[in-house]
T-cell receptor
Framework: NAGVTQTPKFQVLKTGQSMTLQCAQD?????MYWYRQDPGMGLRLIYY???????DKGEVPNGYNVSRLNKREFSLRLESAAPSQTSVYFC??????????FGSGTRLTVV | AQSVTQLGSHVSVSEGALVLLRCNYS??????LFWYVQYPNQGLQLLLK??????LVKGINGFEAEFKKSETSFHLTKPSAHMSDAAEYFC???????????FGDGTTLTVKP
């Protein structure tokens, strides 16, 4: 089925470790997004990419970096994980402003 | 600038009762508005969207929402709740120039038998 695929689904990191969250879409959409979801805080935008080759900061970019490798893939990197980055991370793709297609999420715990 | 306020973080209804989830928005340009549903341990799924066509929008699973510019509202309704409607619902606003939606904090819907 067409959609957005995120890997891994679960991850436990120690404080200070690094990791990359992977996201790929097969819908040929221009825009891709990374959000984090925390209880009672809705979804907060970390970074987004309006098109291949461009990335911009969202509401909560500190501690993260992104790469839009090609039109399909948009990765999120944590260089030095902190407990405050424990969250559920969602990748999404969109064409124009017609609504997002979300991945199933990555549940990250930093201990 | 754009923002969304969802009134009520938790709503509980009986099976068969009316579902009403409230959303008010703020936008400096004509908005696009969305409702998403999230079932436990899943990603969000688009329920319906308003993109400046008809003000009453019908979505999946019997939900609908009405855009009221004078009230800056986009409330979500369903005439008769079903147990399977229990989930978290998010309202979101975007502008007509690009995506980058802003989400509300979510409303958890509980359906009692």
């Amino acid at each position: 089925n067409a959609g957005v695929t995120q890997t891994p689904k679960f991850q436990v990191l120690k404080t200070g470790q690094s990791m990359t969250l992977q996201c790929a879409q097969d819908m040929n959409h221009n825009s891709m997004y990374w959000y984090r979801q925390d209880p009672g805080m809705g979804l907060r935008l970390i970074y987004y990419s309006a098109s291949e080759g461009t990335t911009d900061k969202g509401e909560v970019p500190n501690g993260y970096n992104v790469s839009r490798l090609n039109k399909r893939e948009f990765s999120l990197r944590l260089e030095s994980a902190a407990p405050s980055q424990t969250s559920v991370y969602f990748c999404a793709a969109e064409q124009g402003a017609w609504g997002y297609t979300f991945g199933s999420g990555t549940r990250l715990t930093v201990v | 600038a754009q923002s969304v306020t969802q009134l009520g973080s938790h709503v509980s209804v009986s099976e068969g009762a009316l579902v009403l989830l409230r959303c008010n928005y703020s936008s400096s340009v004509p908005p696009y508005l969305f409702w998403y549903v999230q079932y436990p341990n899943q990603g969000l799924q688009l329920l319906l969207k308003y993109t400046s066509a008809a003000t009453l929008v019908k979505g999946i699973n019997g939900f609908e929402a009405e855009f009221k510019k004078s009230e800056t509202s986009f409330h979500l309704t369903k005439p008769s709740a079903h147990m399977s409607d229990a989930a978290e619902y998010f309202c979101a606003v975007s502008n007509t120039n690009a995506g980058k939606s802003t989400f509300g904090d979510g409303t958890t819907l509980t359906v009692k038998p």
